[in-house]
């Protein structure tokens, strides 16, 4: 038995890509720059992305005392040795390129007192490489800086299948208020993000339900490495909570926070060389054992001895706020939550799938740089480097 939707309306594009985050627009916009119709369809509204919500800030190897090799080794070595390491060389040195492109597009990064970038460490990275903005709030600057480029985006257009014939792509199916809905285009770009909300607990929004991974299998790409998901060790505890949960930044850690148990003890002494510093996937097991050696539901955050903290942290003083503790003179209750899709939709460096016309970039893309545990703040470098270069390709 067959059955039929009756279709309310109907666009053609060169180009649709599906999904208004960092990869999604970065993509569309060197597309249309390249003079390509570019039609872009999100499920959400214009702020309902993970980048909206990104912190800690973008990877980008320092001017000094750094290195692509550097950046190379600290990604491979998060990543167990699962990265593919001609990947991550050609996404490291591409970051530079493509935070000068953003700030060309009006985007403002923190600075230092010297009136240089300013730049923070993370989480298993060997130096202060992290370039931030507006405090721990880098994701919305980016978000804004590329909603403000003036590209057209359908709001509230889901889609629910990517149409394919013998020659590879021909566009899309989605749903919007309008009804159902075809555009028809040779190319298609996934930039549909993760898929923490699979999971009860996630720092991830709630349209991030891997509608890419079923888009692409469907229309015959394949997919790798979706069992690598990767657990930020710190999001706000709060009794009962479920759904996405604010996250603390690891950079809270990088100025000096200190993790300690229910009874004030350190959880990593004595683990990794670099302590709470550690990569994430240590740092969450770390937590998690000691949670369930000592029956409780959480670990702490001490960042007490921070100075300056809503100054530098605003977001993250605010969720704490909101739930009742001052991280200036309290313990900050923490625990392990659902944080990022290290696999996905394999592609090359450039977003190109095995499925002629498909391509696929951002947290929905397995590109190799990750391996079994992305690096901290390497994924807007990845959104923004490979969602320019598959823009190009689309374009090519
Ligand atoms: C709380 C938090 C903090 C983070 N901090 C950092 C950080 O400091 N540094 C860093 O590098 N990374 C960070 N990350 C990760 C990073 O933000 C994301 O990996 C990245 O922003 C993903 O970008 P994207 O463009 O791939 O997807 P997203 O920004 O998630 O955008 C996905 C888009 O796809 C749309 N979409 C999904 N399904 C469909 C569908 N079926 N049809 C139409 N549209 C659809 C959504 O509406 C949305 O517009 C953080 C993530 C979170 C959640």
């Known amino acids: 038995m067959t059955s039929r ?9 060169d180009l649709v890509v599906i999904g208004g985050g960092v990869a999604g627009l970065t993509a569309a916009r060197t597309a249309s720059l390249r003079g390509l119709r570019v039609l872009t369809l999100s499920k959400g509204g214009p702020t309902d992305t993970s980048t909206q919500y990104a912190q800690g800030g973008i990877a980008v190897v320092a001017p000094h ?18 990265c593919d390491v001609d990947a991550v060389r050609s996404i490291v ?51 804004r800086a590329l909603n403000e480029a003036g590209l057209p985006v359908l709001f509230g257009a889901a889609v629910g299948q990517i149409v394919t014939g013998r020659g590879g792509v021909q566009g899309v199916v989605a749903v919007s208020d309008q009804g159902f809905g075809v555009v028809h285009a040779p190319a298609v770009l996934l930039a549909t993000g993760g898929l923490g909300q699979l999971y009860a607990l996630s720092t991830n929004p709630p349209g ?28 706000l505890y709060t009794p009962g909570g479920v759904g996405r949960r604010p996250l603390i930044s690891e950079a809270v850690r990088g100025e000096g926070a200190r993790l300690v148990d229910t009874e004030g003890n350190s959880v990593t002494d004595g683990l990794h060389p670099r302590g709470d510093l550690a990569p994430r996937d240590v740092v969450s097991r770390a937590i998690a054992a000691r949670m369930r050696a000592l029956g409780t539901e959480h670990v702490y955050l001490d960042a007490r001895s921070i100075d300056h903290f809503p100054q530098r942290f605003p977001t993250i003083t605010a969720s704490c706020l909101a739930a009742g503790i001052d991280p200036r003179t309290d313990l900050i209750p923490v625990a ?24 696929a970039a951002g947290e929905v893309a397995r590109t190799g740089l990750h ?9 807007l470098l990845e959104g923004l480097v490979v969602g320019e270069r598959a823009g190009a390709a689309a374009a090519e």
């Open 5 to 13: 939707v009756s279709i309310d309306w109907e666009a053609e594009a």
């Open 65 to 82: 005392g750094d290195s692509v090799e550097s950046h190379v080794h600290d990604t491979v070595e998060a990543g167990a040795g699962l």
């Open 93 to 143: 040195e591409g970051g530079r390129a493509a935070v000068s492109a953003l700030t060309g597009l009006g985007a403002v990064f923190d600075l230092g007192r010297d009136g240089q970038i300013s730049r923070t460490r993370e989480g298993g990275h060997s130096t202060r490489r992290i370039i931030h903005a507006g405090g721990d709030a880098t994701g919305a600057e980016v978000q």
């Open 208 to 235: 991030a339900t891997a509608d890419g991974i079923a888009l692409a299998l469907w229309a015959g790409a394949t997919v790798a490495d979706l069992e690598f998901v990767q657990f930020h060790p710190t999001v």
């Open 336 to 359: 392990p939550a659902a944080h990022y899709q290290c696999g996905g939709v394999v592609t090359d460096t450039h977003g190109r799938t095995r499925v002629p016309g498909l391509y």
């Open 371 to 379: 391996g079994a545990n992305r690096l901290a703040s390497n994924s």
